[in-house]
């Protein structure tokens, strides 16, 4: 720390209590000087041959009167004892804590060239010109005492300079900073013994780029904006740069921040805090992590603050929610609500990436420039699929939540069903997982949150999760094994369903080809959940069905099946589909569940009518050909 020492002769200022200054001298004081609560019994002659305030002072009380009352002094006591200090000669230490305050002072006593040469004030700015405002650390405890000296300071441009120097030394090439720094230890091999040895000799320290970010989180916000500010005004610090400096400020100043809490009963203070931040993040994109303005709308929904900064957050996140993990999207619902979680708030951030994705698509193809390039397109797709995968993982974690209505949990899911991604496992596994938490749901909601997926993009590992689970309706869990059948048909060559009895190939996707949300006469019976008996009946069949596929696979890379096996094979497929659902149909006969008004709108009233028999006849002949 820079200091300078002004004076030679012994300091003689005494105390007698906490209020009383007096010099120790064999000459009697001749004036009292009234600051505050302190009284300063002192020598009218070096402090008139110093100051004009004081030569005013005296000049306009009565003849009979030596006491003066100085309540506005800048600095207080302290400051003008420095400053008496120096017109008696004696020894003063100035430095970066004291050194505004005797300068702000001297303005107001007024202690100029003009009234005497080598006054206080010109030695002052001296001072600071020459060391003060050239020393890093220096320049920053100087700013930090200008916040009890206002107005003072900013009138005399003590603030301006301070922050012209603090912004001009982060400015510069990392390379050339000389000076000493705080900076995060864990980061400097060189300082922990970890860096190695350059043939026997320790290499130089490299100062990092961001070796001025943990010194300028001493500061409080009010000058904190304001040093970043004019950094930015400079515009030689990279946005990189700046957003690290905010994430390590918000990491220090905002307790509990790093765990997406606020830990403080200050809520004003902090939320000034918070709304600063996000007022000072950089314009460029991905300047920040979205992990960190995640964090940072956590707390700012905490903190309540304006919409404006939380609508600026949301806009600024969803620009970059590709980037996001699922554990960034767990944002605590406040105490008022039933819900774990705020699905408002991940609602509208996808909204908003939604929004966002489509005006970006409508501008490339207004401009023509860009229309042969498909990068652009590209790229947006593959957004579109992290964030399409991200809302299948955080669905799956708030499905857990009791409390969690259906209605948010399919507006969630509907908001990115139009972003094409090859499988619906993720999907899947979050129904299944609200299913599983919400045994209570009636099958109107059952069959709406099922109809959120699309079974033909299933694996295989999911399809046979599928057609043991007990939680999903009859008709999806036939829906999974159609499409296991036509893949494994696909696989060997013959995609053919004819062999499905029309009423079965109703209950498909469109009949055969058309929209999963068809519906027949037996729509109560296909949307019941399966029973114990009917899962065991798919399971079995359907590991036949796959064992068959396999064998297909291996018969085709070995090109020895013919046209005839090709036939035979897809033949065998219709059985086997044909048996498992006269199983599941017997089954269901057994049960009652099945009235005799159950018909399908696709088959012909004679099929319709002996649809349940031919279903027992075939299972039996079937047996007797096994």
Known sequence: MKFM????????????????????????????????????????????????????????????????????????????????????????????????????????????????????????DIFLNSSIFRSWKDSIIVLQTTKSLLPWA???????????????????????????????????????????????????????????????CELQIDLYKRVITTIKTKGRVSSDLIG???????????????????????????????????????????????????????????????????????????????????????????????????????QGLVEKFVAHEQNAKNALLVDSDFQDNRSPKFASDASKVLVAKLVEGYLAEIAQDPNLPLSKFVDLANTVSSFGRASHDGLYRAIDMYLKEHPGISKSERKRICRLMDCRKLSADACMHAVQNERLPLRVVVQVLFFEQIRQATLAGDNSTEELPGSIRALLPGGSHGSSRSTTNTEEDWDAVPTAEDVKALKGELAALRLGGSGSDRNLNDGAKNDAEKVAAGKLKGLVMSRIFSKLWSN????????SSDTSGSATAEETKSTTSRSRRHSVSLSEHT
């Open 154 to 216: 900013e009138e005399l441009k003590l603030v301006s300079h301070c922050l012209d120097s603090i912004a001009s030394k982060a400015c510069m090439d990392a390379t050339k900073v000389e000076w000493s720094y705080t900076y995060d230890r864990k980061k400097l091999p060189s300082e922990n013994g970890k860096d190695p040895l350059w043939n026997g000799v320790r290499r130089p320290q490299v100062v990092p780029k961001d070796w001025w970010v943990e010194d300028l």
């Open 244 to 346: 690290e400096a905010l994430i390590a400020y918000a990491l220090r100043r905002l307790p509990g921040f790093s765990k997406g809490i606020v830990q403080s009963s200050d809520i004003t203070k902090y939320r000034s805090l918070a709304e600063t931040i996000v007022g000072l993040l950089p314009t460029e994109k991905g300047s920040v992590p979205c992990g960190f303005m995640l964090r940072l709308l956590r707390a700012v929904i905490l903190l309540e603050c304006e919409e404006t900064e939380r609508n600026e957050l949301m806009r600024r996140i969803s620009q970059q929610l590709d980037e996001v993990t699922v554990a960034d999207l767990l944002i605590q619902s406040s105490t008022r609500e039933t819900t774990m979680y705020n699905v408002d708030i991940v």
């Open 588 to 595: 269901k006969e057994r049960n009652g569940e099945i009235s």
């Open 5 to 124: 020492k002004l004076g030679s002769k012994p300091d003689s200022f005494q105390a007698n209590g906490d209020n009383i200054r007096y010099v120790a001298t064999e000459l009697a004081t001749d004036m009292v000087i009234n600051i505050g609560d302190v009284k300063f019994y002192l020598h009218k002659f070096p402090l008139l041959s110093k100051s004009e305030h004081l030569q005013k002072l005296v000049a306009s009380t009565s003849d009979d009167g030596d006491e003066i009352l100085i309540q506005e002094i800048p600095g207080g006591p302290a400051a003008f004892e420095i400053c008496a200090k120096f017109c008696y000669g004696m020894t003063v230490t100035l430095n970066a804590y004291n050194v505004v305050a005797a300068r702000c002072a001297a303005e107001y006593l007024e202690m100029y060239e003009s009234v005497e040469k080598g006054n206080l004030v010109c030695k002052i």
